[in-house]
């Protein structure tokens, strides 16, 4: 693979992440060569062995709500859409955080719309009851909440914070996410504040968000790594027909050559890629990937640089009504299912469940390039 950067003398690994430039996750992005990728598969399936091992880190994602003050034009639970919705009660969430305990989980992951029903007293009291009545690790995902609210949720024990960017093309961004009332959006400001209050911070974007180009695509995974980030979750993007974006399918606002494809392949690529611009950070397979490929989807992720995998604890009869977007794999299991399921296909794939809250272990690398 002379020329792409990635082959470094023996002991030299180390340097792979800055050896990728962005005229080489370019090329990469742009690779169709099955053959080819195969040494950016291997490149990163030893990357992530090497850095974070062969644990596979389980965060039981619990949907708390799906209502949402916001209204992306891609999203099945933008806040205009007339649809059936859902809170979950307070004893209903501390349900969910029990069965995580008993299925083996190292994590809960709090996420909803940017619901505002969801008070900070509320939130709170469940970062409460997780850190005092179990061993988990405790994630928020609740949108562009107050620095109030950040500080106070951190105070309670909060360990981390999930706010994907979708993407940096700040013109692309604010096409599809329109301001709320007076409020700017402003989620990479929102992740730089979650780093200087101590959390954890995961970001992430869509593959083949309809505009989005390579050059675009290889600046969101360079930005991963400017922003220090502990997780990055991407999975492809999946038209939603009851949405703006998902109805605006044809008109593209780029060439057809230009334009990502949202597909599997892309996906993983985007992982493999973050994998090795950021080597130690915790990157899910996630579901929209095995539902874009729903036979082994979550495998690929996997053996392509994932350490993570977030099986669904929310309760199976509200599951349908959180459709970010259509089919969404396992939207008709238990939870029960999910984990019989994902222990299986771990073990088939080598690896092993992982135990602990499972949170960045940082390389010397890192530690050096962090700010
Ligand atoms: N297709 C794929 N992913 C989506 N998300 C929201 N809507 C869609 C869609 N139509 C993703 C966004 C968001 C996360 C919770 O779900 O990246 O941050
Ligand atoms: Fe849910 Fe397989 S992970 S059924």
Known sequence: MQGTGIRLPAG???????????????????????????????????TRKEYVGDAVHLRGLIEMSS??????????????????????SEAEVEECVRLGVRLGYGTVVLQAGEDPGLSRER???????????????????????????????????????????????????RR??????TEVSDRIE??????????????????GIPGQSFETLADDILLFRELDLDMVGVGPYLAHPDTPLG????????????????????????????????????????TALATVNTENGRELGLERGANVWMPNLTPTRYRAL???YPDKACAGDTAEECQACLLRRIASLGRVPGTGPGGRVRTADSRSNAR
């Open 12 to 46: 030299k690994e180390e340097m792979i992440p800055q050896s990728l430039t962005r005229d080489v996750v370019l090329w990469w992005l742009r690779e169709n060569d099955e053959t080819k990728l195969e040494t950016l598969w291997q490149e990163a399936d030893r």
């Open 67 to 88: 209502f949402c003050r916001r209204d992306c034009h891609y999203c099945g639970i933008r806040g205009s859409r007339q649809i059936d919705r859902y809170r979950l």
């Open 123 to 173: 939130i709170t009291r469940h970062i409460r009851f997780i850190k005092s009545e179990t061993p988990l690790a405790a994630t928020l995902s609740l949108g562009e909440r107050s620095d109030a609210e950040l500080a106070e949720w951190r105070e309670a024990g909060a360990d981390r914070y999930l706010l994907r960017y979708e993407t940096s093309d700040m013109a692309l961004f």
């Open 176 to 181: 599809i996410h329109p301001d709320c009332g």
């Open 190 to 207: 929102f992740l730089r504040r979650l780093k200087r209050l101590g959390y954890e911070a995961g970001s992430g974007v869509m593959v």
């Open 247 to 286: 109805r605006a399918a044809a008109p593209l606002s780029l060439p057809p050559r230009e334009q990502v494809p949202a597909t599997d392949v892309m996906t993983t690529k985007t992982i493999a890629l973050t994998r090795l611009v950021c080597p130690d950070v915790n990157i899910p397979s996630t």
């Open 322 to 324: 959180y459709e970010i």
